[in-house]
Structure formats: C-alpha cells, structure tokens
C-alpha cells in the first residue's frame, strides 16, 4: 500500500499562495493522488485528484512530479477560511478504493 | 448535490448504554458506506466498509461486537456503538459512495461527536 508523508504544519500569508507538498515514493502505476482538507470538527472537503498530470479545478491546483514520487497541492490565494488539515491520500484501488488518512498538514493561514 | 447527513450531531451517552449513529445520503443511492473514528488531534482512523444488503467489513483491530453496523438501504448506514465506555469518546464520521460510481467517489458527512461519561 503506498503511504504518503506530509510536515506536520505550515503557515501561510493571506493572499499569498499555499503550496503543500506530499512524498508518496512508494505509489504504484494505477494509483491516483487525493487531496481532502477538514476544517475543524467538520467531515473532510474533497479538493482535488490525480494521476500523472497537473490538474487545476477552482480550489486548488495538483502538480505531481513525473517520476510520481511526489506532489505539491497549491492554494493559489489563501484566505483565513482555508485553515485546516490538509490530507494527500493514495487510493487503494485493489481495496475497494478505501481512503487511508495519514498525518496530513496543519496549515494556518494567517492575516 | 451529494450531500451525506449523519444524526445526530452530538452525543452524550452514560458508560454502558448503546448509541446509534445514521449516516444518509441525501440525493443520492449509496451501495458503499464507510465509517471513521477520529481522537482529538489524530487523523481519521476507517473503521469499516459497509455494503448495502450484506455484513460489513471491519478493518483490523475494529471489534465488529463492539461496533454494529446496518446497511440496510441505499440511503441508510448506522453505526452503534455497544455497551460504550468513556474510551470510545471520539468523532465519528461517515462517507458514501454512490451506487454506478467510480470506486473513487466518496463524500463525506459532518460527522457526530460522541461523549460517553
């Protein structure tokens, strides 16, 4: 099962671009990259998918290395709403695409 | 759309009683439900998958006497948790996946705090 490896905090400028990274080196061919954020004592917000190429959609864009080993989630203008743990998530396909959260990062966007 | 509700929010139960959590999908027929436990400061931890019409699969280490789980609709998944002691005090949350979807479609519900004294 590919695992993935997130620091544990960061912090951000509001405004200013928040760029996550995730080290996931041991994901296999078929495997995409989740990325889910939860809010304080709330369920987590899908944000973005993929598998070999950068995929952008209107909150976040996903930029993975070619080798896949690794991606970076990129808030382009944090806000103060955008606060949160953010998860990188591999699915495990040949599992019934279960969700296996790891640590995931702190991120404090602050004023 | 795909909105998933879980009842209830919050919980307050003495050391020994059952508690019954609902996970539903609201616009949508989910065959596949999950449930997570989440401790304070922790990540989610999934529980079980749960498969409308037939027994969950419990993840190891997850006491499947301890934790009961229905499916028994599209809509409706419940949790309940036997015999609770303050230890399964945690956050208690919820996912679904709708029925012909991708396997890697799912959302998730607000979750449900559970205190048990």
């Known amino acids: 099962d590919a695992k993935t490896t997130q620091p544990p905090s960061m912090d951000c400028a509001e405004g200013r671009a928040a760029n996550l990274p995730c080290n996931h080196s041991t994901i296999s061919g078929n495997e995409y990259v989740y990325w889910y954020r939860q809010i304080h004592s709330q369920g987590p917000q899908y944000i973005i998918h993929g598998l070999k190429n950068n995929e952008t959609n209107e909150m976040a864009s996903l930029i993975i290395t070619e080798d896949r080993k690794s991606s970076t989630l990129i808030l382009p203008h944090a806000t103060l709403r955008d606060t949160a743990v953010y998860y990188c998530?591999?699915?495990?396909?040949?599992?019934?695409?279960?969700?296996?959260f790891g640590q995931g990062t702190e991120l404090s966007v602050k004023p | 759309g795909a909105v998933v509700s879980q009842h209830p929010s919050w919980v307050i139960c003495k050391s020994g009683t059952s508690v019954k959590i609902e996970c539903r999908s609201l616009d949508f027929q989910a065959t596949t439900m999950f449930w997570y436990r989440q401790f304070p400061k922790q990540s989610l931890m999934l529980m079980a998958t749960s498969n409308e019409g037939s027994k969950a699969t419990y993840e190891q280490g997850v006491e499947k006497d301890k934790f009961l789980i229905n499916h028994a609709s599209l809509t409706l998944s419940t949790l309940t948790v036997t015999s609770a002691h303050p230890e399964d005090s945690s956050f208690y949350i919820c996912s679904a996946r709708p029925s012909g979807a991708g396997i890697d479609e799912q959302f998730f519900g607000p979750g449900t705090r559970l205190t048990v004294l």
């Open positions: 998530i591999v699915l495990i396909y040949n599992q019934g695409g279960k969700l296996i």
